[in-house]
């Protein structure tokens, strides 16, 4: 039974997978804390107020955050890029590697 196992774990690469979620986890640790740590405070220095994150439309008594939705929305471009860039990088000495 454990044989069996151990070649269903083979077979289908769940341990290539379970690796590369641990690392994907971690890489997108990595690439969060250069967003928020590094390039999310110089945005917020040139922008009027600093606190762009926790801008607000009031209508109606309905309190709408837009500045945590614009928010997301730069550090999910941000951390897309440079994920994309990294497997761009990986990809290509991949390519070169196989020649």
């Given at each position: 039974?454990?044989?069996?196992?151990?070649?269903?774990?083979?077979?289908?690469?769940?341990i290539g997978l379970?690796?590369a979620?641990i690392?994907g986890g971690?890489?997108n640790?990595?690439?969060?804390?250069?967003?928020?740590?590094?390039?999310?405070?110089?945005?917020?220095r040139?922008?009027?107020?600093?606190?762009?994150r926790?801008?607000?439309?009031?209508?109606?008594?309905v309190?709408?955050?837009y500045?945590?939705?614009?928010?997301?929305?730069?550090?999910?471009?941000i951390?897309?890029f440079?994920v994309f860039?990294?497997?761009?990088?990986?990809?290509?000495?991949?390519?070169?590697?196989?020649?």
């Open positions: 039974m454990l044989k069996e196992f151990t070649a269903f774990l083979k077979q289908y690469g769940v379970a690796i979620v690392i971690k890489l640790d990595l690439v969060t804390a250069v967003v928020g740590g590094l390039l999310m405070p110089v945005v917020g040139v922008t009027p107020t600093g606190n762009w926790d801008a607000t439309y009031s209508l109606g008594g309190n709408f955050e500045g945590k939705v614009i928010g997301a929305g730069i550090d999910f471009i951390v897309a440079i860039w990294i497997a761009k990088k990986i990809l290509r000495e991949e390519t070169v590697a196989k020649k």
